[in-house]
């Protein structure tokens, strides 16, 4: 009788626990990028790996999720201000990592340059040639910042991903920086779909990628990190990336 007694009480405690969701609003660099978040165009609404596992955390009532347009600038300094919660990012692209707590790494964020030329040997890790390299607007890029800085890489900025690869094939850059999942993404697109694109022989950016969050929300940051850690557990982070990789569907709204 304790025991089932005791059962009941650890049971209640937890119920009592989601019985009212914490609310979260989250700051989006809009409109995103396939496939961890972005725009859906059929749906009208955000999808991706991301979505994916705070609706599993929705889904039992311990969060409600409101998704807010922003701008990647401006979506560290809302979250600082605490006028946002939280927003898809890595500690390393933060201006100042010291005003955020973070989750637990959700994957690992590994970039390269792409090129639709073959890129010189060497070229990612001795970059000396002033080539221009597409880059996404308000985005920081600790791999290659010192090779801007010296003036050995001339950076151009780009609303988005799809733009970047587009200046590409365009002649008005000799390479974009892209994660490795996005590219993969984007070579799902019909206008990208077939053209060969080639890859530096080093990664320019290796990162744990995470939900990056306003200081006061502790608690919330401890339920996400239970959710993360069952969506990886159970092998569903593969799943959603092959979902959202091959959805054509992604509009830049």
Known sequence: MIRFLLIIAVYLAS?????????????????????????????????????????????????????????????????AEGQLDMFYSSLE???????????????LHKSYLY??????TGFGANAHTRARICTRRGFHYP???????EGNLVRIDSSNHETMLKMVLLGRCDAAELNV??????????????????????????????????????????????YIREFLAQDLYEESLKRHINNTRYSPK
């Open 15 to 79: 119920v009592k626990a989601y019985a009212t969701p914490i609310k979260l609003t989250l700051a989006i660099n809009s409109p995103g990028t396939p496939p961890h978040l972005y725009f859906d165009a059929a749906q009208k609404h955000y999808v991706g790996v991301i979505p994916d596992i705070l609706t599993t955390a929705e889904n039992d009532n311990a969060i409600e999720v409101t998704y807010v347009d922003s701008h990647r600038s401006r979506s560290e300094t809302f979250v």
């Open 181 to 226: 999942k996005n590219m993969r993404a984007l070579q799902q697109q019909d206008m990208f779909k077939g053209i060969p694109f080639h890859r530096s022989e080093s990664p320019t950016s290796v990162v744990a990628a995470r939900l990056i969050m306003h200081p006061s929300q502790v608690e919330a940051r401890n339920v996400l990190n239970n």
């Open 143 to 149: 791999g290659l910042q010192p090779w801007f800085n």
């Open 93 to 107: 692209w933060l201006d100042e990592p010291e005003r955020f707590i973070a989750t637990d790494p959700i994957f």
């Open 115 to 120: 090129s639709h030329k073959p890129l010189p």
